[in-house]
């Protein structure tokens, strides 16, 4: 399923199925024992439930990620960090190498310790990106470092230690990747070895 999520690609998708179907059951015809066909992706499985055959190969939606409604899926992962400094800048004062977070109002700029070498996309600086904090979308000022990045929390009240969602559950991670154009699954295979990861049960 080459573009199953498309809708403007439905007649080359249904023109898949149907060649699949037609050859497989000219392989099932011949043989004398059941075959297990399958051909449904995440999104296949979403949007063209009529073709499961006998199985179904779900991918990318174990992580909660849809291509029609996120509503019906659960989110499965959460990447966090916490706010590590707050420094108070003037106006006209930069943020980041090479100057490129050019404040033009008396700001708050918090320090949060995640950056490229973690996963976190460089085009997600200076504005591009935002994270949330208190359920409060916050955007990430200046280029993004090797293991940090500065957000503005300017009036927020916001303290050393507070909570910051890079992706979650209030905030998912196909949010995120439209911000920069990419799609969730490079941002989930991007996240680095040295991100400690933890793991709930139910």
Same mark, same amino acid.
């Given at each position: ?9 439905? %007649?080359? $998708?249904?023109?898949?199925? =149907?060649?699949?179907?037609?050859? $497989?059951?000219?392989?099932? =015809? ?23 055959? %006998?199985?179904?190969r ?35 004062? $930069?943020?980041?190498?090479?100057? *490129?977070? =050019?404040?033009?109002? %008396? ?11 973690d996963?976190?996309?460089? *085009? ?16 990430i000022?200046?280029?993004? @470092?090797?293991?940090? @990045? ?5 009036g927020? &009240?916001? =303290?050393e &230690? ?9 905030y ?5 990747a ?25």
């Open positions: 399923m080459a573009s199953s999520d498309d809708e403007k690609h439905d %007649d080359f $998708t249904l023109a898949q199925i =149907k060649l699949f179907e037609k050859l $497989t059951g000219k392989i099932v =015809k011949e043989l004398n024992y059941p075959v297990i066909r399958h051909i449904l992706n995440s999104a296949g499985i979403e949007r063209f439930p009529e073709f499961q055959f %006998d199985m179904v779900i991918g990318i939606g174990l992580y909660g990620i849809s291509a029609i409604d996120e509503g019906k899926l659960m989110n499965v992962s959460t990447l966090k960090s916490s706010i590590s400094q707050i420094k108070k800048l003037n106006a006209n004062e $930069t943020v980041g190498y090479d100057r *490129k977070g =050019k404040l033009n109002r %008396d700001s708050e700029i918090a320090v949060i310790p995640i950056g490229y070498a996963g976190l996309n460089r *085009k997600f600086g200076n504005g591009n990106g935002k994270v949330l904090i208190s359920d409060k979308l916050v955007p000022v200046g280029n993004i @470092c090797m293991d940090m @990045c500065m957000i503005d929390v300017t927020m &009240g916001a =303290k &230690g507070d909570e910051v969602i890079i992706f979650g559950d209030n998912r991670i196909s949010e995120l439209k911000q920069i154009d990419t799609i969730p699954y490079e941002l989930l295979t991007g996240i680095s070895q040295r991100v400690k990861r933890i793991y709930f049960y139910d």
